[in-house]
């Protein structure tokens, strides 16, 4: 195992990593507060964009960790800040749930006024979906229109089985377009990472992913430039690691283990 003494910061993954559904995993509340208390700096990284951040913080004290509203980034606040820093005249589409479009009109951006008013078609998880949402959105695109996606999940993990993702919405924009998107937000984009360095004013080798999800998870700890540390209290077994190359830095059972890299 490599030397640990050089971690300051945590980038955690929430479901399937600090909790299922509304369980939190057991050890993951005291590791956190035992992190907390030590100076580590510590943020959730989540790829849901149909919260913004401070209704998942919301979610967060409820399973009894007391987060506050800015230790959480989701794909939706890294694609809003991209908005502001880059496209701040941009006029906006927005395919996505009331949450996503309360963020980018609260930042200051116009939402756009039909296809041919559009600058950038944003994609995300979207409940509401339908055939009117998807003909504006290729109109839009066909027409010139950039094309931004806060992910590519396929499918939303649920009690009960799968829902279909943003990334199932992504793929009829961008069947129906004629091409894919841009830009993506949500994890194994590094971007949400990026954004994540930033506000804990930490340089990448001094922090490290935790999650449950090789694809995703590992995916951004590694275009990132992380170090990664999987838990096998979600997405992944021990058998899937058998297929694995390369192998994640750490491997926990869960992460309440995680106070190993820190004694
Ligand atoms: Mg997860």
Do not use: H
């Amino acid at each position: 195992m490599k030397s640990s003494k050089r971690y300051l910061g945590v980038l955690a993954d929430m479901d399937g990593t600090m909790n299922r559904g509304d369980q939190l995993i057991p050890g993951a509340g005291e590791v956190y507060e035992d992190l907390i208390q030590r100076g580590i700096r510590w943020l959730f990284l989540s790829n849901n964009a149909t919260a913004l951040p401070r209704d998942l913080a919301a979610r967060i004290r409820n399973l009894g960790i007391p987060a506050s509203d800015d230790q959480v980034v989701n794909s939706a606040l890294a694609l809003i800040r991209a908005l502001k820093k880059e496209q701040p005249a941009a006029r906006v589409m927005v395919v996505g749930e009331p949450a996503l479009a309360r963020g980018i009109l609260d930042a200051g951006i116009a939402v756009a006024n039909g296809a041919d008013q559009t600058d950038i078609v944003v994609a995300a998880m979207d409940r509401g979906f339908n055939y009117e949402k998807l003909k504006n959105a290729q109109a839009a695109i066909r027409g010139g229109a950039l094309f931004w996606a806060t992910n590519t999940d396929a499918f939303l993990p649920v009690a009960n089985g799968v829902l279909p993702g943003a990334g199932s919405i992504v793929a009829a924009i961008s069947v129906a377009a004629g091409r894919g998107p841009d830009r993506v937000f949500g994890k194994p984009s590094p971007e949400m990472a990026y954004m994540a360095l930033d506000l804990l004013e930490l340089p990448a080798e001094s922090c490290l992913v935790v999650g449950d999800r090789i694809d995703t998870d590992m995916g951004c700890a590694r275009n990132a430039g992380i170090d990664f540390a999987l838990v096998l209290t979600g997405a992944t077994s021990e058998e899937d690691l058998n297929k694995l190359d390369p192998m994640p830095a750490y491997v926990f059972e869960s992460i309440s283990e995680l106070k190993i890299l820190f004694d």
